[in-house]
């Protein structure tokens, strides 16, 4: 693939995945490293593209009054400076693929569960636990380059914490907060590195395509079908990424 269908493609990705309340972060670092060779501007490029799909889709999610912050304060509150911590560790190429390419394989799965109806029963959070799991999610967010929200929801949704339109809200707003302290982390460090014609292309690419997403998302159409195409999206670039840079298989 050309670099010139790069904004179509992502156009598509930021259509599937603010469906179902995701920026779309995992998918643009998969295929930004077919492309770009330096590292750090494949994380600084995916955490920015992240925040424009994102910021779309909660301020639909606050205008419809889906999102309350009284009800997912705990969440936040912690994720977002351990996404500040995971973002200025130091990773080599190899290894940060690996873990992501890790937990997107479990979040996928998840995902997928979550649409066969194998959900376990529904869990009442403490705050103490909604803290927790807020920080360790936000702690591999910042490490992998990506917001979290893929890997909180599918938990939530399996658990039946809520209903999918409220968890989606929560994973839109887990998203940008993550991702704009991943990339204030990034920028600390001293590993923010742009390519502004590029990144001019891809940011229009993925604003148009959340905000169709987030506009369905919304309008309480049966998303089952977007959503399973994004599950099985999000297991496939998994599976890449550990196949790719664990054994250098290419699928």
């Known amino acids: 693939m050309s670099v010139e269908y790069l904004p179509i493609v992502f156009f598509l990705i930021a259509l599937f995945y603010s469906s179902v309340g995701f920026g ?31 910021t ?4 639909v999610f606050i205008r419809n009054r889906v999102f309350d912050m009284k009800l997912f304060w705990p969440f936040l509150v912690m994720s977002i400076p351990f996404a500040y911590l995971g973002a200025q560790i130091r990773l080599s190429q190899t290894v940060f693929f690996l873990v992501l390419g890790s937990a997107l394989v479990m979040a996928g799965v998840f995902m997928l ?22 920080g360790s999610i936000g702690l591999l967010s910042g490490i992998s380059g990506i917001g979290g929200g893929i890997f909180l929801s599918p938990v939530l949704n399996l658990l039946k914490w809520a209903n999918p339109r409220v968890v989606a809200s929560l994973a839109s707003v887990f998203i940008l907060v993550n991702s704009i302290s991943g990339l204030i982390g990034l920028n600390v460090a001293g590993t923010f590195k742009l390519n502004n014609e590029l990144m001019l292309q891809l940011v229009v690419a993925v604003v ?9 998302s919304n309008k309480k159409f049966n998303l089952k079908f977007l959503g ?24």
Do not use: M
């Open 208 to 216: 148009i395509g959340g905000s169709i997403g987030s506009y369905l």
């Open 228 to 251: 399973v195409l994004t599950s099985i999206l999000v297991l496939y670039v998994g599976l890449r990424l550990i196949l790719l840079h664990g054994f250098g298989i290419k699928i």
């Open 113 to 134: 569960l979550r649409f066969a109806k194998k959900k376990l029963d529904s869990k009442q959070f403490s705050n103490p636990k909604k803290l927790l799991l807020g």
């Open 56 to 59: 779309i889709g909660t301020i």
């Open 24 to 54: 779309g972060g995992s998918s643009y670092l998969a295929i930004l490293s077919l492309f770009l060779t330096d590292f750090y501007e494949i994380r600084s490029t995916a955490l920015i593209l992240n925040i424009c799909v994102v």
